[in-house]
């Protein structure tokens, strides 16, 4: 079964560089959330889209932007990077449809600042 | 307050052995779900089982079984037969609401789970 793809896998840049990190949600589903996982800590969620209009927002700098495109990929631009930026982003996708509303995360985005 | 509290930050079981994990949750809500995540050290995260508020039973999923007291407002990971392959960071997850398109999860701070041979 397709899963959610994301990309790159790991990511280095240098303090205030940009960064650019891209979703692929799964087929049909038509919800994606963006999350940060620093290390050793829980999940924290950023912002999701829900068809290509944004839906919720978190604790979100606003250094950070993102965006859900015509064909449901989302893509979470990161400018003026520091060093706390350095963590584990998940994309996670589910239809609004189900029952359950679970979601499927993606394998993540190893950003690394330096 | 934490919406999700996960008491255990480690534990330890034999292998072939059953355990529990806990989990304890603070919502208002009346409708809201429970998710149990588990993530490897390679750091995915993989979806273990679900369970919605209003499901008069308890959630099973192979060996996982989530032990739902709704009065206690815990959601407790049941893991039957322990396997190597089962030592992991162990998250407790809770979305809010019934309505609109916002499902976002709040997490716990995990429970890191060493299965002995």
């Known amino acids: 079964a397709a899963g959610v793809i994301q990309s790159p896998r790991h990511l280095i840049k240098e303090k205030r560089e940009t960064a650019t990190l891209k979703c692929y949600p799964i087929p049909r589903h038509d919800t994606v959330y963006w999350y940060q996982q620093g290390p050793g800590q829980d999940p924290q969620f950023l912002i999701s889209?829900?068809?290509?209009?944004?839906?919720d927002k978190g604790s979100i700098p606003d250094r950070f932007s993102a965006q859900q495109f015509s064909d449901y990929h989302s893509e979470l631009n990161m400018s003026s990077l520091e060093l706390g930026d350095s963590a584990l982003y998940f994309c996670a996708s589910s239809s609004y449809g189900t029952s359950k509303h679970e979601q499927f995360f993606g394998p993540g985005t190893r950003l690394t600042v330096l | 307050a934490q919406k999700i509290t996960q008491t255990q930050p480690g534990m330890f079981v034999q292998e072939k052995e059953a355990v529990t994990l806990d989990c304890t949750y603070d919502?208002?809500?009346?409708?809201?779900?429970l998710f149990w995540y588990k993530q490897p050290s390679s750091g995915e995260m993989i979806f273990l089982i679900y369970q919605g508020s209003y499901d008069q039973q308890n959630a099973t999923e192979g060996r996982y079984s989530l032990n739902f007291q709704k009065a206690r407002k815990s959601a407790n990971l049941v893991i039957s037969a322990s396997q190597l392959g089962d030592s992991a960071m162990y998250f407790c997850?809770?979305?809010?609401?019934?309505?609109?398109?916002?499902?976002?999860?709040?997490f716990g701070k995990g429970t890191l789970l060493t299965v002995n041979p």
């Open positions: 997850a809770m979305r809010e609401g019934s309505g609109g398109s916002n499902y976002k999860l709040t």
């Open positions: 919502t208002s809500d009346p409708s809201y779900g």
């Open positions: 889209f829900y068809e290509k209009m944004q839906s």
